[in-house]
C-alpha cells in the first residue's frame, strides 16, 4: 500500500540520517573520559533513536542487514545497563517522599551504582569494542541506497510499530504487569521517535502526536522504574517498617501512573495501523510540500 497523496517527485524524510546523527553522537559520547552518567544516559538514547529508525527502514533494508543491526545496538545498549539502571534506582528513590528508615536501601543503591559505573569506566577495552561496533553499523547503513528508503517503506515501518503497540496495549489492559507495560513502553518509545523523524501535521485532540507519544513512554517509564524499585525494596534487608512504608508509597504512585498512562494509550491507539499511518504520512506530504513550496518562492 503506498502512501496517499505523497507525490513522487516530493523525496521522504531522510530517516537514515537521522540514524547515523545518532550513531555518530553515540560514539562522540563513548569517547569522553570519564565516562559520566548523563554521557551513559545519552548514549542509550541515541540507541534507541537508531533502532527506531532501523525499524522505519527495515523493509528497505532486509531482514538479515535489519536484524544483524539491530542486534548489535540492542546489545551495545545492554553493556551500559547496568550503570544506567543502578543509576535511575536512586534518582527513583529519591522522588519518594523521605523516611529515616529507607536509608539502608539508599546507601545500598549508591554503593551499587558506585560499583557499576567504576566498572564501565575501567572497562576500555570494552568500551572501544562498543565504539567500533556503532561505527560498523553506520558504515553499512551509509552503504545503502537512499533510494531503498521511500514513501511506502517508511509506511510499512511505522505501521509494524505501531501495530506491535497497539497489540502491546491490549495485553496491557488485559494483564497490566511490570513486563507487559514495558513492552508498551518500548514500542510507544520507538514510535515517539519516528514520529519525531516525520514532519507530523496530524493533532491528537490538542496534543501533537509525537508529544503523547513522548508524554506517555515518560508515564511508563516512571511505572517501571518505580516497579523495578519495589523489586529492590522486597530483596534489601530494610528495618523496622521501612519496607511496608516504601511500598505503600510506590504502590499508590504506581497506581496513579499507570491509570493515566492507560488512558492516555487509548486516545494514542484508538485507531487501526491503516488508518493511523495513512494519516500520519498524508500529513508528512503536505508539510514537506509546504516546506518546498516556501524555500523555492
Not at 207 to 231: C, I, K, Q, Y
Request: hydrophobic share 40%; net charge positive.
Amino acid at each position: 500500500m503506498s502512501a496517499p497523496h505523497c507525490s513522487p517527485r516530493l523525496p521522504p524524510p531522510d530517516v537514515r540520517r537521522v540514524a547515523l546523527d545518532s550513531l555518530a553522537d553515540a560514539v562522540a559520547l563513548l569517547g569522553r573520559r570519564p565516562l559520566s552518567d548523563r554521557a551513559v544516559h545519552g548514549v542509550r538514547k541515541d540507541l534507541k533513536r537508531a533502532r527506531a529508525m532501523l525499524r522505519l527502514m527495515r523493509e528497505g533494508l532486509g531482514e538479515h542487514e535489519y536484524h544483524r543491526g539491530n542486534t548489535a545496538l540492542r546489545d551495545a545498549a545492554r553493556d551500559l545497563s547496568a550503570a544506567r539502571d543502578s543509576k535511575v534506582l536512586l534518582d527513583t528513590l529519591r522522588t519518594l517522599p523521605q523516611h529515616g528508615s529507607a536509608s539502608d536501601l539508599r546507601a545500598r543503591l549508591r554503593k551499587e551504582h558506585a560499583l557499576a559505573r567504576n566498572h564501565l569506566r575501567s572497562e576500555a577495552s570494552s568500551v572501544k569494542r562498543t565504539r567500533q561496533t556503532l561505527r560498523t553499523v553506520g558504515r553499512d547503513l551509509a552503504e545503502a541506497s537512499a533510494e531503498r528508503f521511500d514513501w511506502p517503506i517508511l509506511q510499512s515501518g511505522l505501521r509494524r510499530v505501531y501495530a506491535r503497540a497497539r497489540a502491546a496495549l491490549v495485553q496491557a489492559r488485559r494483564h497490566p504487569t511490570a513486563e507487559n507495560l514495558h513492552e508498551l513502553r518500548k514500542q510507544t518509545k520507538y514510535l515517539w521517535h519516528q514520529l519525531q523523524a516525520l514532519p507530523v501535521a496530524r493533532p491528537l485532540e490538542g496534543p501533537h502526536l509525537a508529544t503523547a507519544a513522548h508524554h506517555l513512554s515518560d508515564l511508563l517509564g516512571g511505572e517501571h522504574d518505580l516497579a523495578a524499585l519495589r523489586s529492590r525494596a522486597l530483596e534489601a534487608p530494610l528495618r523496622g517498617g521501612a519496607r511496608t512504608w516504601l511500598l505503600a508509597h510506590i504502590d499508590a504512585r504506581s497506581a496513579r501512573r499507570r491509570g493515566q498512562a492507560l488512558t492516555l494509550a487509548s486516545q494514542l491507539y484508538r485507531d487501526p495501523p491503516a488508518v493511523f499511518t495513512a494519516h500520519v504520512l498524508r500529513g508528512s506530504a503536505r508539510r514537506l510540500t509546504r516546506r518546498t513550496a516556501s524555500t523555492s518562492s
